[in-house]
Antibody, heavy 121, light 107 residues
Framework: EVQLVESGGVVVQPGGSLRLSCAASGFSFDDYTMHWVRQAPGKGLEWVSVISTDAGTTYYPDSVEGRFTISRDKSRNSLYLVMNSLRSEDTALYYC??????????????WGQGTLVTVSS | DIQMTQSPSSLSASVGDRVTITCRASQTISSYLNWYQQKPGKAPKLLIYAASTLQSGVPPRFSGTRSGTDFTLTISSLQPEDFATYYCQQSYSSPFIFGPGTKVDLK
């Protein structure tokens, strides 16, 4: 079955750190650019990070730049997000998302079920 | 950064209604615009990519158009399973911003 399964979400104190994982299965993980997207409770979707197929290119929005690091392990078919200096506003459901492409267009075509990160003292 | 706006933020409609949602980019994004549907407690689902291309398996009552930096998602005849929140997203340049969403509920 083609799927993404996230894990690692917990309750963490402000200023703390956390690593999220995403296990990919049913498709050739190495062939796809991957992203993290988050959704705060009752709020909209926020793009968090992207990593290229060879892990040579990553991007982040200003809201997490310098605090979050995306990485991937081809031997484990896994995507990771290391989050440091966590703030209350980082509280959200974090989705692992696959990017698919047609020509120069790309889009999110496969989403995990999400893992919940709560930043609270 | 490119900003994305959506209107309306919410709407109430009846089964069978024609529904139109608009998304506007703050600068040109060509046709690099995607639409997603999200139901409560579920991950988003891709409906349309590249402004007007219907994702495989999505009913043809959904359609998308582009006019400059304005994009429209139309549901030609609203069905009970279409009550959800709809998001646009630009894939032109980082950061890959989503619109704030449009919630479609039952009138």
């Amino acid at each position: 079955e083609v799927q993404l399964v996230e894990s690692g979400g917990v309750v963490v104190q402000p200023g703390g750190s956390l690593r999220l994982s995403c296990a990919a299965s049913g498709f050739s993980f190495d062939d796809y650019t991957m992203h993290w997207v988050r959704q705060a409770p009752g709020k909209g979707l926020e793009w968090v990070s992207v990593i290229s197929t060879d892990a040579g290119t990553t991007y982040y929005p200003d809201s997490v730049e310098g605090r979050f690091t995306i990485s991937r392990d081809k031997s484990r078919n896994s995507l990771y997000l290391v989050m440091n200096s966590l703030r209350s506003e980082d509280t959200a459901l974090y989705y692992c998302v696959r990017q698919n492409e047609l020509g120069t267009s790309w889009y999110f075509d496969l989403w995990g079920q999400g893992t919940l990160v709560t930043v609270s003292s | 950064d490119i900003q994305m706006t959506q209107s309306p933020s919410s709407l109430s409609a009846s089964v069978g209604d024609r529904v139109t949602i608009t998304c506007r980019a703050s600068q040109t994004i060509s046709s690099y615009l995607n639409w997603y549907q999200q139901k409560p407690g579920k991950a988003p689902k891709l409906l349309i990519y590249a402004a007007s291309t219907l994702q495989s398996g999505v009913p043809p009552r959904f359609s998308g158009t582009r006019s400059g930096t304005d994009f429209t998602l139309t549901i030609s005849s609203l069905q009970p399973e279409d009550f959800a929140t709809y998001y646009c997203q630009q894939s032109y340049s980082s950061p890959f911003i989503f619109g704030p969403g449009t919630k479609v509920d039952l009138k």
